[in-house]
C-alpha cells in the first residue's frame, strides 16, 4: 500500500515506513516509546531557533518524520518565522494545535506546506519548549492523529522529556563551537568590533596597523563561517566567546 506522500508505505504500527525506528539512535527510538505511549506517531526535537541560526536544518537533532517531509520543510525557510516558533516565544505553557503549527498563516507557502503535514499523518501537535541544565533551549513536538491530551497525558511526556534531556543529551547533542580556535589578538579585535570600533580605532586601541586589524577580523570570520563581522561577533558571542 503507497502513501500518497513520498511513495512511503505505513508501516504496521501505523507510522510511515522512512519515519519509524529504524534509523534512529538509542536516543531517539526512548522519544519514539514516548510519543507512541501518549499516543502520537510522531516525535520531533530541534535546538530553539536564535541569532544567526534560525533555519530547521541547521537546528533539527532527531525525529521520526519521513525524509522527504524533512527535506521539503528544511528547503522551505519557515522554520524560524512558524506559529510553532512564535507560540513558544510568547509561552512557557505547552502548545496544541490542529494545524498551521509548523508554518506562518502570512505566507504564501502556509497551505501547500500544511497540507504536506496533513498528508504523512501529522494533523494534532503538542509542542513545548525546555533547556538543559547549561542553558541550551529545545523544543519537543510529538504528532499524530489524537485529541487535545489529558493534563496527566502531557504531565508526562514534559517529564519524560526532561529526564531524556537530562540523562542523554550529552551523547547527541553537537558540541558548538569555533572550526579553529581562534587567536587572542582576533578575539580582542572582535571584542572591540563588538564595542563599535573601526578597524582604525581599533588599530590605536591595540598599537597595530589597521591593516593587521583587517587581517585578523577576517581571519576571525573565515574560522566562525561568518560573512561579515557582524555575524562574527553574533557567533562568537554564541560560543560564549566575548
Not at 13 to 32: E, I, K, M, P
Amino acid at each position: 500500500m503507497e502513501s500518497t506522500y513520498g511513495g512511503a508505505a505505513p508501516d504496521a504500527a501505523g507510522g510511515v515506513a522512512d519515519g519509524g525506528t529504524r534509523d534512529l539512535s538509542a536516543v531517539g527510538r526512548q522519544f519514539h516509546s514516548l510519543a507512541r505511549n501518549a499516543g502520537f506517531d510522531f516525535f520531533l526535537v530541534t535546538r530553539f531557533p536564535q541569532g544567526d541560526r534560525i533555519d530547521f536544518v541547521t537546528n533539527h537533532l532527531m525525529s521520526n518524520w519521513p525524509r522527504a517531509l524533512k527535506d521539503s520543510y528544511g528547503a522551505s525557510d519557515m522554520f524560524g518565522i512558524s506559529t510553532l516558533v512564535s507560540r513558544l516565544k510568547d509561552s512557557i505553557l505547552p502548545a496544541f494545535s490542529r494545524k498551521g503549527l509548523f508554518s506562518n498563516r502570512s505566507s504564501k507557502m502556509a497551505e501547500k506546506l500544511d497540507s504536506e503535514f496533513l498528508i504523512v499523518g501529522l494533523h494534532d501537535n503538542l509542542a513545548f519548549s525546555l533547556h538543559d541544565a547549561e542553558l541550551n533551549q529545545y523544543i519537543f513536538v510529538f504528532s499524530g492523529t489524537k485529541d487535545r491530551p489529558e493534563q496527566s497525558e502531557i504531565s508526562a511526556l514534559y517529564f519524560g522529556c526532561m529526564e531524556l534531556l537530562d540523562t542523554c543529551f550529552n551523547s547527541i547533542r553537537s558540541q558548538e563551537g569555533p572550526r579553529e580556535r581562534l587567536s587572542a589578538r582576533e578575539l580582542e579585535c572582535l571584542k572591540w568590533s563588538a564595542a563599535g570600533k573601526s578597524s582604525e580605532e581599533i588599530a590605536i586601541i591595540l598599537n597595530i596597523s589597521a591593516h593587521t586589524v583587517v587581517s585578523y577580523l577576517k581571519s576571525a570570520m573565515r574560522k566562525l563561517d561568518a560573512v561579515n563581522r557582524m555575524q562574527a561577533v553574533a557567533r562568537a558571542c554564541r560560543y560564549r566567546l566575548l
